[in-house]
């Protein structure tokens, strides 16, 4: 529904209109506005959204409608007027020149026809023509585009292209690597979709392919290899230990020189002597031992010395550790992946001529331990060592055997890869030998265009079925316009009748010419009407938004009750999305009151809120909307509601707050119009019938010619300002109710209610 019409700038008199704090749009809404005020320029707007073109009217120009749509809010202006959620039906002065089309031309005699929704058509050649198009199509679609789809699906199909491709990569080009549930035509084209947007990508040259082919066949025979030899070296803290035990002596108490200068005996004696502790003689020579020979003894060996040998064994007993701690043996390098055999027996060469230099180094160190034994009560010098390390080369080789773990962990992974990557070479190597995707876009292009005509068909299919049923439905339509036309023009004399599938407008039994301007409303109206009870039929009238502009127009006041009768019984008993209705009749005005479509009459406190707008011209080009002055919504007569406006704004002691300051111009000239014209019937302009009226002398008759100067001279901004414009007014006003309270004292009191 439409809630608001917010903006309007530059179309027709609606310069720069904004809605501001007017009530917004119910579903039901009348409008008043004296001719050229702007209500068919606002139908116009609408028209906009009938026809979704906003260059329709008043190129340029700028709108904006908000619009209430299931329970959303949404704009809708000259930049998306194509999302307007509803359809829209406007009935105005265009509308009526639509309706009416010429089928004659050049004869004296020219009919007027047209067809229900489809004024200016025939149907019967539509339809021949669709049907025609439709065969067109179908040939097209199964002779051009769905053999070019047809050859293409070649490739997909089962036992197509692709399955023997698939097939000869299986059995020749990877022999015994896949089974066919592994790579059939479905992954075949699984990967042409994944390699088709770069062919090239894919390809690869014949080192690349031999290689990639080679690891896609590949077998794994390796096996995982120890690669932490917990491997440490210690002959840096040997060679400390054993400088510090070179450089250590034990002390001597008592002299012995033979021992001193034999270490044979020297150990021979030390081991002996354990044996004989608390004995007398020797046990060797079984002599007697010389008195305090064990005790002198004891004191040559001393516990230090005892020492200095224990250190010497162990550190002895270390260094033949280390020998085999040192000594490493390696796996074959066959056993590791080709990529790292060349690495691999380079490291282990470096270790092993490293390990003959450290063993060396041991050597020596064993060397002066041997020379320490035989100074044993001396401090000597050690030999210098060089500082040889294993540690590096060791680590190198457990990183190259980690690498060759690490590889033969990805195995696997690196298998599939291989795989993969082979299996993408050959399938863009076919696409690309096939022209692929040349094929597939010319294919896809060819399913597009199929989609398109089948689309084209099926919306001739549906536009031919409603033709159709309009055909069927004509008489139905004769008859819905023919009672409409009977009670709106209150006369049968005028009908509708059906001649070659054609509505033709005929008097008594002849071609309908020289219709008359409100004959041709009438029809138009009654037209517009059987077009809605269409829509309701098809269950649109629901979604449709209805504007009517002045259907009394060029219609006398006989008719205004007929058209008001059809409006009631129309919208008081089918649903539709909105309604708005415009007119300059005030009677046609009360009439609609009366219906109770736009709220009941008889609720004085609820009277603001009923869907009543005045659309008030307040320059030459300029216009606005405003809410329905209460009144003319209280009164049956325009006359008696201009009266009330002017004689409430006599009565008002400020008359700034007066709330229809602005119409009060046009209000004081319409009164006056109608005044002069009751008082002298004439064709005359209102400036002479005033002459006619008023004597010369009177002062109205100066006050009211300012007053039309002052309503028709783009000046009635001005009346909001304290100046003399204002005053002169106010001026007017009180003359023009002085002379009639006093020279037409009967009417005036008609007016006042006394």
């Not at 002996?272 to 305090?292: M, Q």
């Not at 033969?408 to 995707?437: G, T």
């Not at 058209?563 to 708005?580: D, G, W, Y």
């Amino acid at each position: 529904m439409i809630k608001k019409v917010s903006r309007i700038k530059n179309f027709g008199i609606y310069k720069d209109f904004s809605w501001n704090q007017l009530d917004d749009f119910k579903k039901k809404n009348l409008i008043y506005g004296w001719n050229y005020s702007g209500k068919t320029t606002l139908s116009k707007l609408f028209e906009l959204l009938e026809f979704k073109n906003a260059e329709r009217h008043f190129n340029g120009s700028e709108f904006n409608f908000e619009i209430e749509h299931d329970e959303n809010s949404i704009s809708v202006n000259q930049e998306n007027i194509t999302d307007c959620p509803f359809i829209i039906k406007v009935f105005n002065s265009e509308y009526i020149k639509r309706v009416f089309t010429w089928d004659l031309p050049g004869s004296d005699i020219e009919p007027i026809s047209f067809y229900l929704g489809d004024p200016a058509g025939d149907i019967k050649s539509k339809l021949d023509r669709l049907e025609i198009e439709n065969e067109r199509l179908f040939k097209i679609k199964e002779e051009r585009y769905k053999k070019i789809v047809n050859r293409f699906t070649e490739y997909n199909k089962p036992n197509g292209k692709f399955s023997d491709q698939a097939k000869e990569i299986r059995d020749e080009y990877l022999p015994r690597l896949l089974q066919t549930h592994e790579f059939n035509k479905s992954h075949f084209q699984t990967r042409a979709n994944t390699v088709k947007s770069d062919l090239e990508k894919h390809i690869l040259d014949s080192t690349e392919k031999n290689e990639t082919k080679e690891q896609a066949l590949s077998q794994n025979t390796f096996l995982e290899l120890n690669d932490d030899f917990k491997f440490s070296e210690n002959l840096l803290s040997l060679s400390s230990d054993v400088k510090k035990v070179l450089e250590d002596s034990a002390p001597k108490a008592i002299p012995f020189p033979e021992l001193d200068e034999d270490k044979e005996l020297f150990d021979w004696v030390q081991k002996g002597l354990t044996l004989h502790e608390d004995e007398e003689n020797c046990k060797f020579c079984t002599n007697s031992l010389p008195d305090n020979r064990i005790e002198n003894l004891n004191s040559y060996y001393s516990e230090k010395l005892q020492e200095i040998q224990d250190e010497i064994s162990r550190i002895r007993e270390k260094i033949e550790e280390e020998i085999d701690l040192v000594s490493l043996t390696f796996e074959n390098e066959l056993k590791l992946g080709e990529a790292y055999r060349k690495e691999y027996q380079e490291n282990i060469t470096n270790y092993k001529n490293n390990l003959k230099d450290y063993k060396i180094q041991l050597k020596t160190l064993k060397t002066d331990l041997d020379s320490k034994g035989k100074h044993i009560f001396n401090s000597i010098s050690a030999s210098n060592i060089d500082e040889v390390f294993l540690t590096k080369d060791v680590s190198n080789i457990e990183a190259i055997l980690k690498k060759h773990n690490t590889w033969l962990s990805e195995f696997d992974e690196r298998k599939q890869k291989a795989i993969d990557k082979i299996l993408n070479h050959y399938v863009a190597e076919y696409l690309k030998s096939e022209d692929y995707l040349s094929k597939e876009k010319e294919s896809n292009s060819a399913k597009s265009l199929i989609d398109t005509i089948e689309k084209r068909i099926a919306d001739n299919d549906k536009e031919i079925l409603s033709l159709n049923s309009q055909l069927s439905d004509k008489v139905k339509g004769k008859e819905e316009l023919n009672t409409s036309l009977e009670l709106l023009l209150n006369r049968n004399d005028i009908k509708i009748d059906i001649s070659d599938d054609k509505f033709i407008l005929k008097r008594d039994t002849f071609p309908a010419t020289n219709l008359s301007e409100g004959e041709k409303s009438a029809i138009a109206f009654s037209y517009f009407l059987t077009e809605l009870k269409s829509l309701n039929e098809e269950s649109k009238l629901e979604k449709t938004i209805v504007f009517i502009d002045d259907p009394i127009s060029s219609l006398d006041s006989n008719h205004i009750f007929q058209v008001r009768s059809l409006i009631h019984n129309f919208f008081s008993k089918n649903n539709f999305k909105q309604l708005f209705i415009s007119t300059h009749s005030f009677e046609f005005l009360s009439v609609l009151l009366d219906t109770r479509l736009f709220g009941p009459t008889n609720k004085e406190a609820g009277e603001n809120k009923r869907p009543l707008y005045y659309i008030q011209r307040l320059k030459e080009s300029k216009a606005t909307i405003k809410k329905l002055p209460k009144a003319f919504s209280s009164y049956k007569s325009e006359y008696v509601g201009l009266f009330e406006i002017i004689k409430a704004f006599s009565e008002l002691e400020d008359k700034e707050e007066f709330p229809n300051i602005l119409i009060l111009p046009n209000a004081l000239r319409r009164f006056l119009e109608l005044y002069t014209l009751m008082k002298y019937p004439s064709e005359k302009e209102v400036d002479r019938r005033v002459k006619e009226v008023f004597n010369p002398t009177d002062r109205p008759y100066h006050n009211t010619k300012l007053l039309h100067w002052f309503s028709h001279q783009n000046q009635v901004e001005k009346v909001q300002r304290h100046d003399d414009k204002l005053l002169q007014i106010e001026g007017a006003v009180e003359e023009l109710l002085n002379h009639i309270e006093n020279n037409d004292e009967l009417h005036w009191k008609g007016l006042v209610g006394e």
